[in-house]
């Protein structure tokens, strides 16, 4: 069981320090996305900072990752190549760290967490589709992406609903909506027969 903070879980009661490096290879998210720079920075932090205060594996409250906003052509060759499943995807996470929860840096130095890349068609049309904007969808998927490089996952019910806990608390601490509260998906009303 991981240990909880004595203060509001939603943040930690110290500072913590995330560096987030933003490469964005497909300029359809700058076209699409107001700030994503910005607003993935924003969103790695909020996931950072909820697994800290959640007591997460992770030892060091000093921080480095890379997120890569690209396309699903890209994702598609990573997630066949590295995971063995031939499609695209929404988001990947490549962490840096084995399974102590360590990287291997000198003392002190910060934890290098690895690697979130995001796929632009995909996240777009899931956006769509659940009636969410661009930006929601994309804060949800940088925040998921980095709980994954903390050590989270979501393989078994429980792991599954400790995360989305958690994911919804970063976003609500970004003023994101629950991501998992789904609203109808508008759909163009049908013309009449007479017409």
């Not at 913590?16 to 910005?38: G, R």
């Not at 900072?49 to 007591?55: I, N």
């Not at 499943?85 to 000198?106: H, M, W, Y």
């Amino acid at each position: 069981m991981k240990p909880k903070p004595a203060t509001d879980p939603a943040t930690p009661d110290f500072e913590t320090d995330l560096d987030t490096d933003v490469l964005i290879p497909d300029v359809m998210w700058t076209q699409k996305c107001t700030d994503p720079e910005s607003l993935c920075q924003q969103a790695a932090r909020a996931g950072f900072e909820v697994a800290v205060a959640d007591g997460t594996r992770i030892a060091a409250h000093r921080a480095e990752v890379a997120v890569v906003l690209s396309n699903d052509h890209h994702i598609h060759d990573l997630n066949r190549d590295y995971r063995g499943i031939d499609k695209p995807t929404n988001v990947l996470s490549f962490a840096s760290l084995d399974e102590d929860g360590r990287a291997g840096q000198p003392s002190g130095a910060p934890v290098l967490l690895g690697d979130v890349i995001v796929a632009f068609e995909t996240v777009e049309g899931e956006a769509r589709s659940e009636n969410k904007t661009l930006e929601a969808h994309l804060a949800h998927m940088i925040v998921h992406g980095t709980l994954h490089l903390m050590g989270y996952d979501h393989e078994i019910e429980r792991d599954a609903s400790e995360m989305e806990t958690l994911e919804i608390r970063a976003l609500a601490n970004m003023g994101v909506a629950n991501p998992y509260v789904l609203t109808e998906p508008t759909v163009p009303a049908k013309a009449s027969e007479n017409e």
